[in-house]
T-cell receptor, first 116, second 112 residues
Framework: DAGVIQSPRHEVTEMGQEVTLRCKPISGHDYLFWYRQTMMRGLELLIYFNNNVPIDDSGMPEDRFSAKMPNASFSTLKIQPSEPRDSAVYFC??????????????FGSGTRLTVV | KQEVTQIPAALSVPEGENLVLNCSFTDSAIYNLQWFRQDPGKGLTSLLLIQSSQREQTSGRLNASLDKSSGRSTLYIAASQPGDSATYLCAVRKQAGTALIFGKGTTLSVSS
């Protein structure tokens, strides 16, 4: 398996523009997580899905952020409109359930977002 | 609300030294605890995972312990090398179907 795949790796956009981050989890993993990492706040959970259904979105900063998981192999995190304070590294991770949860999370390489 | 704290925030040691990184968590009712390594500008690599019923896990020069009752975990690195320089993150999971909560990490620098 190629692991958790995120795209793009880097994104530079102007304030007010829409940004879409993409994630492909590991096949067979039924949990998918979106995290944001900044120097000040560390790694923060934004939202997570189980079997494509959002379970907890309490970490989503505000209505400008939205996430979808239309099928088991794809998820998006959208920011509209983007603001400079959204600049961060966004990570996607996936995890199996049941007995396989023993093996924990696998993270993608992240998307470094810069909003100017 | 679960909070995870890692002390120290940064640590510098000479090559060859044995060292301990500390992690504490406020709610002892956890499902498992996971240690990650993050190199600058990179993603997270899982190092060790300890289930709530376990006391420790070992991988090569790394040993992680868990004391659930006191809300503490340690990551022991033996005979440190410059290649161990990275940020080490501790994270806990309350239940099988919940998300990992992370500490802010300890940034380790090993000088040759």
């Amino acid at each position: 398996d190629a692991g958790v795949i995120q795209s793009p790796r880097h994104e530079v956009t102007e304030m007010g523009q829409e940004v879409t981050l993409r994630c492909k989890p590991i096949s067979g993993h039924d949990y998918l997580f979106w995290y944001r990492q900044t120097m000040m706040r560390g790694l923060e959970l934004l939202i997570y899905f189980n079997n494509n259904v959002p379970i907890d979105d309490s970490g989503m900063p505000e209505d400008r952020f939205s996430a979808k998981m239309p099928n088991a192999s794809f998820s998006t995190l959208k920011i509209q409109p983007s603001e400079p304070r959204d600049s961060a590294v966004y990570f996607c991770a996936s995890s199996p359930s049941g007995r396989m949860a023993y093996y924990g999370y696998t993270f993608g390489s992240g998307t470094r977002l810069t909003v100017v | 609300k679960q909070e995870v704290t890692q002390i120290p925030a940064a640590l510098s040691v000479p090559e060859g030294e044995n060292l301990v990184l500390n992690c504490s968590f406020t709610d002892s009712a956890i499902y498992n605890l996971q240690w990650f390594r993050q190199d600058p500008g990179k993603g997270l690599t899982s190092l060790l995972l300890i289930q709530s019923s376990q006391r420790e896990q070992t991988s090569g020069r790394l040993n992680a312990s868990l004391d659930k009752s006191s809300g503490r975990s340690t990551l022991y690195i033996a005979a440190s090398q410059p290649g161990d320089s990275a940020t080490y993150l501790c994270a806990v999971r309350k239940q099988a179907g919940t998300a990992l909560i992370f500490g802010k990490g300890t940034t380790l620098s090993v000088s040759s």
